[in-house]
């Protein structure tokens, strides 16, 4: 039997591999893979509710059930809060950020989308969370809102879990994006997916292409050449679930702005940078459509963006369209 390298072990290897490190990023680390383990119970109970008592009603035992975003959303606050390792958070489903008193200077915030995939949630289709850790950069005793709209390139590490057919946790602290499938028998994480390396090309578009006719010129003749061309479609409508399968089997995943959504609909801070950071890391690029997302200087919290993701080339030819309609437009 090959030795199991499980997801904690990892972490302290990769840690005794930099001198300097003071183990406070490992941990952090493995708070956020015992928040994930908790939600991953939940999410597997999902369909039970029915059975149990519907989201924001009472169950049969009169306990509140709580929507599973929310319930999520609340797991990681309260796992990040007893961490110690980290003085603030922000969340997509919160207004604003929370700074955490901890017993010393802790020195990293988090920013994470609990439960990614919202329309998906009920109906046992593949849903994720999505986390960014960034050092914070200011002094004060509290942390500020600078310390959260630093550059996606700022990123210490990056990650996500993948509640699919299986729960999955990629993440990356900028030396490689490593994998780890959750065996449920022994509750641990571990390692199945070391190294992951994105394919220069492949043939897979994923878009919402019922948007087409709201799609900017650029996007709509990339969308018109993937059609014409020896390509296949494939589209879960879980950023998360998504940007997986483009990491593994190669591809492009792409939101552009729409009318209604100018900017976009994918948030920078909580989706994009995240997932940027690993397609990077993996040997893939992300930009939004022009320019190099991990580069974009974030102004609020919720900030959204275009993004176009996935195999080196294809995000390259995906621009190139882009570049092309604001030549003929502009
Ligand atoms: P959410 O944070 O409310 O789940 O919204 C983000 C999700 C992404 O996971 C997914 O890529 C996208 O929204 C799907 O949007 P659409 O239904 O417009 O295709
Ligand atoms: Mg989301």
Do not use: W
């Given at each position: ?20 490190a003071?183990?406070?990023?490992s941990?952090?680390?493995?708070d956020i ?6 939600v991953?119970?939940?999410v ?29 959303n ?12 980290c ?15 901890t ?30 850790i ?11 809102i ?32 490593n ?10 994480f ?12 492949s ?25 014409n ?63 190099r ?21 294809m ?16």
């Open positions: 039997m090959n030795k199991i390298i499980s997801l904690d072990e990892h972490i302290i290897q990769s840690q005794r591999n930099l001198p300097y003071t183990g406070e990023l941990s952090l680390l493995r893979g015992l928040a994930s383990k908790i991953s119970r939940e597997n109970k999902a369909g039970l509710v029915d059975i149990a008592g519907r989201a924001d009603t009472e169950n049969t035992s009169g306990d509140d059930v709580q929507k599973l975003d929310m319930l999520a609340d797991l990681l606050i309260s796992c990040l809060k007893n961490s110690g390792e003085c603030g958070i922000a969340s997509e489903e919160e207004d604003t950020f929370k700074p955490i008193k017993h010393k200077q802790s020195k990293y915030i988090v920013l994470f989308d609990p439960l990614d995939g919202s329309s998906n949630i009920d109906v046992n289709v593949s849903i994720g969370t999505i986390f960014a960034y050092r914070r950069q200011s002094y004060d005793s509290q942390c500020t600078d310390d959260f709209l630093q550059k996606g390139v700022k990123q210490a590490a990056a990650g996500y879990v993948l509640y699919g057919s299986s729960t999955m946790l990629v993440y990356t602290t900028g030396r490689g994006v994998g780890f499938t959750l065996d449920p028998s022994i509750g641990e571990c390692l199945s997916h070391p190294n992951i390396k994105i394919p220069q090309k043939n897979i578009y994923s878009v919402n292409q019922a948007n087409y006719k709201k799609y900017p010129s650029g996007a709509q003749a990339y969308i018109d050449h993937c059609m061309s020896d390509y296949t479609q494939r589209y879960i409508g879980s950023m998360v679930a998504d940007v997986h399968r483009t990491l593994i089997k190669g591809g492009i995943f792409f939101y552009p702005a729409t009318k209604s959504k100018p900017k976009g609909k994918l948030r920078l801070l909580y989706e994009c940078n995240p997932l940027a950071m690993l397609v990077e890391g993996a040997g893939g690029k992300a930009s939004d459509g022009k320019n997302i991990l580069d974009i200087l974030p102004t609020e919290l919720h900030q959204r963006t275009p993004v176009f993701l996935g195999s080196p080339d995000v390259d030819e995906a621009e190139a369209f882009i570049r092309e309609s604001l030549s003929v437009y502009s």
